[in-house]
């Protein structure tokens, strides 16, 4: 199962992906998707790990459900999503699949 946590970005709800290997490129990049709730209205989503459901809804451990801002057409917010590199360790040349390589 895919699991994310609820965090909070300038007064506003999201859910925030685990940290996930890029294909291609030597980074690891983690996404936030848009509630559309204001944190100060649900002060105690904050940090509360969720779990993908079904399109566009996730559920928090108690059963809880929380729908996405659109529904299944929401869209990642780039302006919030996160990179960081993946060093390359001694001895690897290629960055292939997810992962360094000999």
Not at 21 to 47: C, E, K, M, V
């Amino acid at each position: 199962m895919c699991r994310g946590e609820i965090v909070d970005r300038n007064g506003m709800l999201f859910v925030m992906d685990p940290w996930e290997n890029h294909f291609s490129q030597p980074i690891q990049y983690r996404s936030l998707w848009p509630t559309g709730l204001f944190a100060r209205d649900y002060p105690h989503f904050i940090g509360k790990n969720v779990q993908i459901y079904c399109g566009g809804v996730y559920r928090f451990d108690d059963g809880l459900m929380l729908r996405l801002e659109h529904g299944p057409e929401t869209r990642p917010d780039i302006s919030y999503s996160e990179k960081r590199p993946i060093p390359k360790p001694r001895g690897c040349h290629r960055y292939r699949n997810g992962r360094w390589t000999s």
